[in-house]
């Protein structure tokens, strides 16, 4: 790295840190929110630091499955976030592969058409999907939470951007060298993608996570819920009232599993490109 | 892990694993389809495992489907795909759209018939069950949570304002002899408002027996159109906005959004639904009062009854006659003296029956929770008028986002309080007209 | 843009594209269709019956006065979203790119707010900035600054833009720190030996190397905010006050998944669609020629 040492870099971190404090806010408000009681969160202002309530509210979180424990809504979510990234990164790898590095006729149509599935709101679309994914006798399923959202032009059109940018002499090299296509994805594509699989993991498991209207669709029973569900469940009707800060312990603890992720990942990210450059 | 046994592990994961409905095989499953999410939704379990133990010939099935907008989307969904639930939760302003939905539901008076379930509709409270009653004396949907509009009154900020702590002021001029002197004396935010078009419009017409829509509010056709632009609503809205001009009204959004504002003690008087009666008891510090709805003193005859807000309880048809019998017990159960009076007490909703009414009076809940049977009151006082029945407008949502639209904007100052009004029914109008098109 | 080497094969091309087409045609292309074949319908919501109407949605969308001004309401927003994330996430990605001690702190930090689901960030949007309980918003009326989005527009524009770009910040973050840490340190090293200061660098360099990155989010910034910021906008303001903060797909959502008028939903839709593509089309013709692969 360049210029090691110096007043850029601390500005850079007090830059850093200024724009993590103001990202960060809401989060760490919902953290002070979880451990108070219910009027010192409704009091205005609400407290800024946290309170002594910790234990008991998340207690309570954790104790208090709507129906369906916990634990059971936890693995619901992790299998259908999992899914979701894996499926969708695996799929628009291949089809991204082929549209950079092959010609053949409706090759821009494929992508197009790909495309267009960022173009029309889920909600608009919801009832005739619900509507598909009944006939093929998927409610209640994780199939049937995972495949309908396994279609993403996002992927792909990030592979595209990335496979353009690897240098041509690579694929020339492997001809030479009497590679086919399936090696060169598998020994150099697949590797250097690495950075990118890793962000594209990230955000994809944070999607899946997160997914809240679908599978409250196309769940009918307790034991499918997942945990973005169960929160949805813990905030109060309208004109009622609720215990907040459970609700926002709970909303903390929802948030631990896709920061372990990032966490985890941090570990490929270290190793993509970078390495392979120095 | 490597990302390879990552893939192995979802993969393992995702195939294939239905989960299989193996609930107790001799019972006969019902599946209610629900919006009551926080402790509403825990009172609601508790109603359905009560019934659950009460029999053992069916077994309730009770799901959260989101909120009131998500739980009907869901019923459309699971009704074109063929699996819909037994029961489903709407809200009131999807009334028009389920009674349209002719093949899709089974009307509560005939499913209770053809179960061979005894039932009396006189047992509803007319006020209340009249709402999702036709103009024949049919009950198409059975009430479950169903408010009307009250007055709450902050105690504290008026003794500290220097007035009797114990003033009710039973008519707008009233309230606004009050709001001045509150104001005068330094309390900052007066009054303010939930559910804007349901309270100031909707309720301000039947409360006073002016028309909301015309064919008796829609009951008598769907070539209904609004004319709640009349003299009354125009001056109560002029009322409104002139405070909101002078500082005496402070907009705290739309729904129950200003539920915070009285709650927290900023805002001294609050018209908000009985059904709010939990929240401010539970997170007021200070005394409260309740009161019946103000009204105009010089229409005649007035007040008359406020109408309702809610949900009701909609059967949807396509399934065995032998399940109806056991959505028909649930209704009753749901509608037994004992359910409805502890609902009642527990969330602030109306009782459905007078049976619960009375019960609930017999057991010193009023006494000892002074202001609690104020809707209930308001709401009997007199038999309910066309007027003053309810409302059945298709499209109703979308009415009322376009009521509070130009409410926002006659608040604001930007638009004249008749403009508003006159505007609001135009486009209104042709809300109705698309409605009435599409179920032709 | 097309690569100049490729593979000649004729089969496995399809092969590899196979499961994502098949994917999208089952679940996306044909209740797609499904959905947008009713704007030629004057539908009921439950399928019981369906008229055909011609073009009768679309007349009805296209003479509405208020129907157009959220066309002027979508472009403020969309590119007030866009930009705001954007810059937000470069400046950030670029000050983590220079920073080894802790980079792995930074991003996980960073990439927190992501992991929020959306119905928990619009309450705690609430608890910040509403008006009555807001802590913030207590904070500013202390310092005699009007907030008021409940009745001003242009603060509940504000209101909903802060909201909406504060989660695609962190998602911007991820992919152009990615994009930066692929540029070639020896490049970098090979202009400060040259005596180029940060700023230049990272324009003159860096960033012209980054522009794969930049032009794969602004398109996806753009659809971002044009498609998936309606619920933000209904947990915060319902598209008030007024019609103040009603975008296109708000109306969308609005009309066919709250007010159940399928019709002028599907009709919207297709407006939607068509604007989009448009958009998307100009953005590869003339944005991607600028894009250094």
Redesign the interface.
Known sequence: MVEKRGVGTVLTHVALILGIGLLCFPLYLTFVGSTHTSRDVLSVPMPLLPGDQMVRNYTVALTSGVGVGVAKMLANSMVMALGIAVGKIAISMLSAYAIVYFRFPFRMAAFWAIFMTLMLPVEVRIVPTFEVVASLNMLNSYTGLILPLIASATATFLFRQFFLTVPDELVEAARVDGAGPMRFFKDILLPLSRTNMAALFVILFIYGWNQYLWPLLITTRGDMNTIVMGLGQMIPSADDYGDWPVTMAAATLAIVPPVAVVIFMQRLFIKGLVESEK | MS?RS??M???V??A????S?AMAQDKTEI?W?H????????LL?QQVEQFNESQDEYEV?A????TY??T???G????????Q?HIMQVYEV?TA?MM?????IKPVYQLMEEANEPFDPNAYLAAVAGYYTTTDGEMLSLPYNS?TPVLYINQQALEEAGVDPDTKPETWPEVEELLVELKENGVECPFTT?WQSWIHLENLSSYHNQPFATEENGFAGVDTELVFNGELQNKHIAMLADWADRGLFT???????????F??G?CALYT??S??Y??VK??A?FPFSVSSLPYWPDVEGAPYNTIIGGASLWVMSGHDDAEYVGVAKLLSFLSSPEIQAQWHQD?GYLPITNAAYELTKESGFYEENPGTDIAIIQMTGKEPTPNSKGLRLG?F??IR?VI???L??V??G?KDPSAGLDEAIS?GNQ?LR??E???? | MEKRVSFNNRALPYLLLFPQLAVTAVFFFWPAGQALYQSFLRPDPFGLSARFVGLENFRYILTDPLYLQSFATTAIFTSLVTFVAMAVALFLAAMADQVIKGSGVYRTLIVWPYAVAPAVAGVMWMFMLQPSIGVIAFYMKQLGITWNPLLDGQDAMLLVVLASAWKQVSYNFLFFLAGMQAVPRSLIEAAAIDGAGRWRRFWTIIFPLLSPTTFFLLVINIVYAFFETFGVIHTMTSGGPGRATTTLVYKVYADGFVGQDLGSSAAQSVILMVVVSVLTVIQFRYIERRVHY
């Open positions: 990302l990552i893939t592990a979802a993969a994961a995702t294939f694993v239905p989960i409905g599946q389809w919006a009551m999410s926080g402790r509403l939704g825990d379990q099935v799901t959260y489907k989101g907008s998500e009907l989307n869901a459309i969904a699971g009704f074109r795909a063929g699996e639930p999807g759209t349209a939905a002719k093949g899709a408010s939930a907009y705290g959004g739309r729904g129950s959004d200003a539920g915070p504002l709650r927290s900023e908000e639904s059904a709010g939990a929240g539970a997170e510090e969330t499209s949502d979308q986002a509070n639209e130009e926002e904007m608040w604001q930007d486009r809300l698309r409605f098109q599409s179920v032709e």
